[in-house]
């Protein structure tokens, strides 16, 4: 197992996902100090091409030293003051952990649900926001936890009518779905390196309007945390070049390299490659005789929730994908615990190979159950699916 390793998982879990080698090469580049020279000109370059990717023209634009979880909390820490009142549209775990971030900041948190693989009422938050008044409507773009893809146009209009600021929660999204931040009119936006962008976890892509900005600047209180406190990070990041703290020199190397990639190939390229990917392994589950957890209309390319089939073992099937075939996917949280396959297509790992070897080992786990399925179906599937995109 050691070994298997050692030569590279495939990795079609909820995150991380496989990194380039050429992010690897860029990792092994000797260390500069964080104030040097050098070093300043890279961190310029990542905020233009992190622009780029989040389709902004935002100054206060940068990544923070710390996993996607660390640009949840600055985004809350530092727009949420005590007493303020904040409405969270909450369908997953990663919508329930922005309300938990809030209370403990002092916010007074109004809480939207929707069954866990269908998206946020419009109706509902409206409702919700007439009675509370909110300054901050806070969404998850992309549910990690139950492949649902928010629309983001409703919301957006319901912060208009309350002059509130939009916050998104677009950790699985970019790189992998179109965000953009300017057109959408979001506020406070953050992501994770480790998803669609495909570089090591380690840093959280951030980025903020001017009206957000305006808000951070003229805070009432101090924020309550020195570490994620934007207006010192931004200092850093900013002209006057102030230290805050010593940056990962060398994921940030490896997060320019794959800004870089992402360039390169074009951002409607991309987002047509996961889409692509995300049909064709859809219909190959369909014809393994399975179904997918989300209506079609709100479903992630990047992380795919599939049903377990009634007498298949959720675990056993995991585990024998990782063993026999060198292959991760993840499993069900909360509410769809044992109830759900969450499959990854981000960034490197949204590969046509990836999409077929999984239907052909995913079939192989299933036989191994016992479930009837049709002997190879679900390539054939995939492959027609993709012969039909191409035409």
Known sequence: MEQR???GRLLMGPGPSNVSPRLLRAMSRPLVGHLDPEFLKIMNEIQDLLRSVFQTSNSLTLPLSGTGSSGMEASVVNFVEE?????VGANGVFGQRIAEMVRRNGGVCTVV????GEPLSEKSMLEAAEKCQPGIIAVVHAETSTGVLQPLEPIR????????????????SLGGHPVDVDSKKIDICYSGTQKCLSCPPGLAPVTFSPRAEAKLKNRATPCRSWYLDLNLIGSYWGEERVYHHTAPISMNYALREALKMIVEEGLE???NRHRQNHQALVAGVEALGMKMHVDPNYRLWSLNTVRIPDGVDDA???SQLLSQFNLEIGGGLGELQGKVWRVGLMGESSRTQNVLFFLLALETCLRTQGFQCPQGAGVQAAAARYTSSLS
């Open 113 to 116: 649900s929707a069954p866990w």
């Open 83 to 87: 007493g303020d009142s904040v409405l």
């Open 5 to 7: 390793v050692e030569e």
């Open 316 to 318: 056993q099937v995991r």
């Open 269 to 271: 390229q991309r987002f």
């Open 157 to 172: 209009e319901i912060c208009d009518r309350f002059e509130a600021l939009f916050l998104v929660d677009t950790v699985t």
